[in-house]
Nanobody
Framework: VQLQASGGGLVQAGDSLKLSCTAS????????MHWFRQAPGKEREFVAA????????YYADSVKGRFTISRENAKNTAYLQMNTLKPEDTAVYHC???????????????WGQGTLVTVSS
């Protein structure tokens, strides 16, 4: 499945953004959807994941309570609602798909184009 992340931009601390991950080639129904991010000079890190049914969600401690992952299988799209953004959230955000939830980025062989989120203080 090919994935395209969008919705990033330049915002101020405390603002909100909603990222979208649009899939093509295959339906996302068969995949758990994930968001990872990579800040300059840092390794890619897990942000959030949602099961195939959408019944369970998982978050990194650093974003818990501020970010919400969701999915609309009918639109073949996953989302990441980001509230109360902080400068440390600045990164390129990528979405990824896997048959089950997996927080280890090394297990993913495909990374579509990400979207840059910049949070100014």
């Amino acid at each position: 499945v090919q994935l395209q992340a969008s919705g990033g931009g330049l915002v101020q601390a405390g603002d909100s953004l909603k990222l979208s991950c649009t899939a093509s080639g295959r339906t996302i129904t068969n995949y758990a959807m994930h968001w990872f991010r990579q800040a300059p000079g840092k390794e890619r890190e897990f942000v959030a994941a949602i099961t195939r049914s959408g019944g369970r969600t998982y978050y990194a401690d650093s974003v818990k309570g501020r970010f919400t992952i969701s999915r609309e299988n009918a639109k073949n799209t996953a989302y990441l609602q980001m509230n109360t953004l902080k400068p440390e959230d600045t990164a390129v955000y990528h979405c990824a798909a896997r048959s089950s939830v997996d927080s280890d980025s090394r297990d993913f062989g495909y990374w579509g184009q990400g979207t840059l989120v910049t949070v100014s203080s």
